[in-house]
């Protein structure tokens, strides 16, 4: 390992313990196995998340400042910066920004894409959806059942990513995969109607999510009237919940891995 040079991992967080290490845990192991000549740290984005785990568990972990902060008093001197969320969203502004504000205190630091960013991103995310998904929703419901994949949906613009993917679905010829969002668009109402009339009688929830913490196990498959499983289940449907985060997915670990060798290579 290179002290001079360093991989800050940047992520949302969550603070159900056991799925962090599974997910994000997971993804920054990955990393420092395939970049072992370089130094893997963490930083969340979430400082309610961060406050939570210092009360709760006495565990600290540094905002992105914080982090890069210490990379900097550190002695580091080439830096990337690779977010695990999901769009170029309101998160990923908040990193971009402070890579701007410390970008004269290192050699060179890199910011990594999130992980639908180009059009080949879209691409890849479909085909690691077809391997990973599809493949575990046949296993649960068979062959006819839908699949709605539910992302946490924001107000910030890049929420249009939900739609483009949607859109990159159908003309891949996956037709039974669905995206709805707890706080954007499609909501919940939106993703039912497209499904109606298709015949279809099973339905595999998965969260589009990097972690399957409190909105998986909540808004997707909790208990109260308005959660995912709880609508479907009033329309007719029967219900299957997955909770499992994309960073427990193989197929979807790459796709970072993959970004973090982009960055690497655009310091160049």
Partial sequence: MNADKAILV???GTSYNDNREKTIGSIEKIIAERFPEWDVRRAFTSKMIIKKLKERDGEYIDYIDE??????NDGVSQVIVQPTHVMNGIEYDFVKGFV???SDRFDSIVLGEPLLTTSEDYD???EAIRASILEESREIAGDGAAVVLMGHGTEHYANATYSQLQLKLILSG???VFMTTVEGFPEYDDTISLMEGRGFKDVVLFPFMLVAGDHANNDMAGDEEDSLKNVLSSKGYNV???LKGLGEIDEFRELFVNHVNAAIEGQD
Avoid: P
């Fill in 124 to 126: 890849e995310v479909v």
């Fill in 174 to 176: 996956i037709d039974n």
């Fill in 100 to 102: 701007e504000e410390y």
């Fill in 240 to 242: 299957h919940c997955v």
């Fill in 10 to 12: 940047v992520s949302f």
């Fill in 67 to 72: 982090a890069l902060e210490r990379l900097s």
